[in-house]
């Protein structure tokens, strides 16, 4: 069955330094999600991705975050200079082989951030 | 501010009995609605999606929807101990530009009692 991976799994990085997180969506999925949890709390929506735009961010989504396509298969979330409460887990997530916003999105493992 | 209310738990229920976990929602708008379950430092992981009024049942799993009410609920039937786990009701809302947006609640958290 097709899911979505993503690595690291791990990530430790020191307070300013830029970060890339990576995943790999589902093949004929056209929605992309990034999504992050930290510890204790609810997951909550970062950005969404489709037709190489995007299409909806949250207020988390500042000018310290970017995401790109750069090929026909991975999908990246870059964090420009840390802090440390960017501490958390990360997920991608992909959905809509038909191209409809509301169908059901298939989340990635995962990747945890630690910020120092 | 659009939410999504899940009672946090913990909700305990003996193995084998009938385990109840509900959800509202504030978005009269909502079309789609999911319930995904969470292990301890894993991803949610799908259980069921529903979109229209009533009673949607997958094995031992039954959602339940009420759009008047904006009430969501998830039954697991015969719980084992593996189904001990935090368990998320996600509602895709439509944005002011038009677009869909999950959003998640708190989650509950199942333990299911041997």
């Known amino acids: 069955e097709p899911e979505v991976t993503q690595t690291p799994s791990h990530q430790v990085t020191q307070m300013g330094q830029e970060v890339i997180l990576r995943c790999v969506p589902i093949?004929?999925?056209?929605?992309f999600y990034w999504y992050r949890q930290i510890l204790g709390q609810k997951v909550e929506f970062l950005v969404s991705?489709?037709?190489?735009?995007?299409?909806?961010k949250s207020e988390i989504f500042d000018d310290q975050f970017s995401v790109e396509r750069p090929d026909g298969s991975n999908f990246t979330l870059k964090i420009r200079s840390t802090k440390l409460e960017d501490s958390a887990m990360y997920f991608c997530?992909?959905?809509?082989?038909?191209?409809?916003?509301?169908?059901?999105?298939?989340f990635g493992p995962g990747t945890r951030l630690l910020v120092l | 501010q659009k939410e999504v209310e899940q009672n946090s738990g913990p909700l305990s229920v003996p193995e084998g009995a009938i385990a109840s976990l509900n959800c509202t929602y504030s978005?009269?708008?909502?079309?789609?609605f999911f319930w995904y379950r969470q292990y301890s430092g894993k991803s949610p992981e799908l259980i069921m999606f529903?979109?229209?009024?009533g009673d949607k049942e997958d094995g031992r799993f039954t959602a339940q929807l009420n759009k008047a009410s904006q009430y969501v609920s998830l039954l697991i039937r015969d719980s084992q101990p593996s189904d001990s786990a935090t368990y998320l009701c996600?509602?895709?809302?439509?944005?002011?530009?038009?677009?869909?947006?999950?959003?998640f609640g708190k989650g509950t958290k199942l333990s299911v009692i041997p």
């Open positions: 997530a992909s959905s809509s082989p038909q191209g409809m916003p509301q169908e059901t999105q298939y």
């Open positions: 093949s004929n999925h056209l929605y």
């Open positions: 991705f489709y037709n190489n735009e995007i299409s909806e």
């Open positions: 978005d009269r708008g909502s079309q789609s």
């Open positions: 529903i979109y229209s009024n």
């Open positions: 996600a509602v895709n809302m439509m944005t002011g530009a038009g677009s869909y947006q999950l959003t």
